[in-house]
């Protein structure tokens, strides 16, 4: 098996501190770890999703 690099590495990364935190964590770490799963979310699919067009209002009556 090869070793993850890369986007699924620090997803995989941070699922299992989440799940960790999640059950020994306080309520405050609980918040942070799920802030970090979702800037990860993000950012992943920032990179994932081409970029568009200027999205000017071209539809707009």
Same mark, same amino acid.
Do not use: F, W
């Given at each position: /098996?090869? !070793?993850?690099? &890369?986007?699924? $590495? /620090?997803?995989?990364?941070?699922? $299992?501190?989440? !799940?960790?935190?999640?059950?020994? &964590?306080?309520?405050?770490?609980?918040? $942070?770890?799920?802030?970090?799963?979702?800037?990860? &979310?993000?950012?992943?699919?920032? !990179?994932?999703?081409?970029?568009?067009?200027?999205?000017?209002? !071209?539809?707009? $009556?």
């Amino acid at each position: /098996m090869t !070793e993850d690099t &890369g986007p699924k $590495a /620090m997803l995989d990364a941070c699922i $299992a501190a989440y !799940e960790a935190v999640k059950r020994h &964590g306080t309520s405050e770490m609980q918040l $942070a770890a799920r802030v970090l799963l979702q800037l990860v &979310g993000e950012q992943i699919a920032r !990179e994932i999703t081409p970029p568009t067009a200027d999205a000017s209002d !071209e539809n707009v $009556a």
